[in-house]
């Protein structure tokens, strides 16, 4: 299909595109990687009357690891963090997830920031983030504000991104030991059931999880059953793991569609909630 007329502006700052976000209103959208927004607006999902391309700001693009801290640009794209050394040692989650995410034109022109802002309920990152305990900044017109990610992802397709603000950055402190794994739709490469999972280990021992799930519900969401089911449990003894995450999805309302039910994808959270938490405690 053919979208709706547009105009559309290219921003070269940050600054200048709050200003054009702010002269257009509501009616304008910006544009990263086009992945997202450019197939909802071929279906008349979305007709913004105006859309501003951000993707040739600088400064918004490139991975930073200062110390313990991970700093990641908003316009940074799946290929660049699906090739990082840095990623791979310092947030394993986050390499896997850009790694079997899509396809490679895809990886080669989306960006972790458009795929956040859009709150796809079965996308990688929004799980991937909050276990990584992310935090988001937002710039707008009245200055810059930080969310964690767990604040950030608010519903099916929603965030608390400000209409009049970008996103420039997502950080988060290193986590050696996470990784990220899902059972992929074959035709989307969507999350039917993605977990992603962030540990410390002391002695062979699980001292701390941070569990997060995509695929089931309207959001990714924390396991905070299973995080803490899985303290004090040894890595190595799957049995154990396998019982921690039994339930990892109990509570949430499981999403139905003709791919799998909502019975199959809360099984299927208990199965690859084991394999995340298994990944992320071996070395790499």
Known sequence: MIPAAFDYVRATSVEDAIRL??????????????????PMMKLRLAAPAVLIDIAGIPQLDGI??????????????HAAL???????????????AANDLGDPQVRNRGTIGGASAHGDPSADYPAVLQALEA????????????????????????TALDPHEVLTQIAF??????AYVKFHHPASHYAVVGVAAALTLSGGKIGSARVAITGIG????RASGVEA??????????????AACAGAARGVTARSDTFASASY???????????????????R
Do not use: W
């Open 173 to 178: 402190d290193a986590a050696p030991n996470s």
């Open 135 to 158: 935090t988001f900044t937002l710039t707008g017109k009245s200055g810059r504000r930080e969310l964690r990610a767990a604040d950030f992802f608010r519903g099916m397709f929603d």
């Open 229 to 242: 089911a899985l303290q004090g449990v040894t890595a190595s003894d799957e049995a154990a793991v396998r």
């Open 218 to 221: 309207d959001s990714a969401f």
């Open 64 to 77: 930073r690891v200062s110390g313990n801290r991970v700093t990641i640009g908003a316009l940074t794209k």
């Open 21 to 38: 976000l702010e002269q257009h209103g509501d009616d304008a959208k910006l544009l990263a990687g086009g992945h997202s927004l450019i």
């Open 265 to 283: 994808r809360t099984a299927m959270a208990d199965v690859f909630a084991a394999r995340a938490v298994t990944r992320a405690a071996s070395s």
């Open 82 to 96: 699906a090739a990082s050394d840095d990623l791979r040692k310092n947030a394993g989650a986050l390499y896997d």
